[in-house]
């Protein structure tokens, strides 16, 4: 299935060009040399896809993945090596649903050339019985979190998943400034807007804006420097393209009580004080508005408001001190007191409303493969027998896998089948075979956390009686509270695979075996 908009080969050699430029190469070729002799070349975002795709493909195919192993796909940023190899390649297959960050899509969507299929398997896996499971985020905040959305596809404009949705803040009123930032998966902040030296518009709004693509939303943080009403302006416009002239869609002015009465700012309007809000550019309808959901449910819980319907309460209890990083001088001096909205989940999380983890699950993967298969065909009639044995054999192999997790994890007592892991990764390996996700912690290292969310951690694992909590390699550096709580409860910290290869686990099926004896061996 293809889903992006392919540009001619003429305009993906200027940006490759392009990009030699930016990212500082001395080389001026236009024109990359092929990875190798095979038939196809295939381009895949992950390691993953890319060891699915070598199944299928066998000898035919030579494949890369613009993500490297043990690099995280969420926030990876492609290489000019990566250009060059969209450049040559003549299939590409991503996984999406907004699992890969948004820059790995724009390389892949402007580089590859005219007529080459760029799949996404996620959504063109639902046709070869892939099942897709809601993304539900579970309330665990004191506070409301608060983040962007963007709703609708923008057909009407032209938009694709390469496309741009500019959120930028214009006016502000109140007694502090107003910061709205996003802090990445090692602590590092990137600042969306910020008051304290006022909100630029001459620059075309390059400056305190935020970017989205079509149909996410991100969470982030939200701080103000004092107690008061305020009343913030947002500007939502569409960017179709890279060359495209932005598209404005709708201005409106939202209100907060911060660390006062909400009641007493606007007694007629609804309170927004706990779960899950978004400010939300609506790209078919040209409406800005909060998409609200109070229990944390996903679509189909949420509620839509209007900006002067709603108060945003920023309670007392979100005071908190400014750390003495660095990279957070830009709220203030070091210990100063601010009210804060804290990101709900660390690390640039842009997402949509459907998990992408789809491999988590055996059987989605056994799908991924039998769309590979019709797609190398496609491109290469000759390959067919060749394409059809490689994922007979493969699908095979996989389906003896998905017995495996099953009969693996069936041996684990039921009621230790509790999961509690630093990345949201793994509701499909829940859901298929037969585990509790208890919780997933992501803690900002560049901040202590709260008492609060170490009490929480610390019931929970108490409460059910967990014996062992399972950290990914990659993402280690982020799990400092729950590698403490676990020291502290005396319970073991076990591995497990979600997103990335690495040294010790090479390929899918040595993924899923290595995560299913790690299970047994902790939990069972």
Not at 155 to 163: H, I, L
């Amino acid at each position: 299935m293809t889903v992006a908009r392919i540009r001619p080969a003429a305009r993906a050699a200027a940006l490759l060009v392009g990009a030699a430029v930016l990212i500082g190469g001395s080389g001026c070729a236009t024109t990359a040399t092929p990875q190798s002799d095979a038939d196809l070349q295939v381009i895949a975002t992950t390691g993953i896809l890319r060891d699915v795709a070598e199944h299928v493909g066998g000898d035919r195919v030579s494949v890369t993945s613009l993500v490297p192993d043990s690099a995280d796909p969420h926030t990876y940023e492609p290489s000019l090596r990566d250009v060059r190899n969209v450049v040559t390649a003549d299939v590409a297959f991503s996984n999406y649903m907004l699992l890969e960050e948004h820059s790995i899509i724009k390389t892949l969507d402007a580089n590859l050339r005219e007529g080459v299929p760029n799949i996404s398997l996620a959504e063109g896996a639902v046709k070869y019985a892939a099942e897709i499971i809601p993304l539900v985020e579970n309330v665990s905040l004191d506070t409301v979190w608060l983040g962007l959305r963007a709703a609708g596809d923008g057909t009407e404009y032209g938009a694709t998943r390469s496309s741009d949705v500019l959120v930028s803040a214009t006016a502000v009123t109140g007694p502090g400034d107003v910061f709205g930032y996003l802090t990445g998966t090692f602590g590092d902040p990137e600042v969306y807007f910020d008051s304290s030296d006022g909100f630029d518009q001459a620059t075309g709004y390059r400056g305190d804006t935020a970017r989205l693509p079509v149909d996410a939303h991100t969470h982030m943080s939200w701080v103000f420097t004092a107690p008061g009403r305020y009343e913030l302006t947002l500007e939502t416009r569409l960017q179709a393209d890279q060359n495209a002239k932005p598209v404005k869609l709708a201005t409106e002015t939202f209100t907060f009580a911060v660390g006062i009465n909400p009641a007493d700012v606007a007694e007629d309007h609804t309170i927004l004080d706990l779960g899950h809000a978004d400010f939300t550019a609506n790209l078919d309808t040209d409406e800005l508005y909060v998409q609200y959901d109070a229990e944390g449910g996903g679509e189909g819980t949420q509620t839509v408001y209007a900006a002067d319907e709603v108060v945003i309460e920023v309670p007392s209890t979100a005071i908190a001190e400014i750390p003495a990083s660095s990279q957070f001088n830009f709220l203030g001096e070091a210990g100063a007191q601010i009210y804060q909205l804290p990101q709900a989940v660390l690390g640039k999380h842009v997402h949509g409303e459907i998990d992408p983890h789809l491999w988590q699950n055996v059987r989605n993967v056994m799908a991924y493969a039998e769309l590979m298969r019709d797609t190398l065909t496609e491109q290469d009639p000759a390959g067919a027998k060749e394409y059809r044995d490689n994922t007979d054999t493969y699908l095979a192999e996989l389906d003896e896998l998905d017995g495996y997790l099953q009969a693996t994890i069936d041996t684990i007592p039921a009621a230790d089948r509790q999961l509690v892991t630093t990345h949201d990764a793994f509701a499909y390996l829940a859901d298929a075979y037969g585990l509790d996700v208890a919780g997933f912690v992501t803690p900002n290292p560049a901040t202590e956390p709260s008492l609060a969310d170490r009490r929480k951690l610390t019931e929970t694992i108490r409460n059910l009686g967990v014996p062992a909590v399972f950290l990914e390699p990659n993402l280690v550096a982020r799990a400092s509270t729950l590698t403490e709580v676990a020291g502290e409860q005396g319970i073991e910290v076990c591995t497990i695979y979600g997103d990335t290869f690495d040294a010790t686990v090479t390929s899918y099926v040595e993924m899923m075996r290595f995560n299913a004896d790690s299970l047994l061996r902790c939990l069972g």
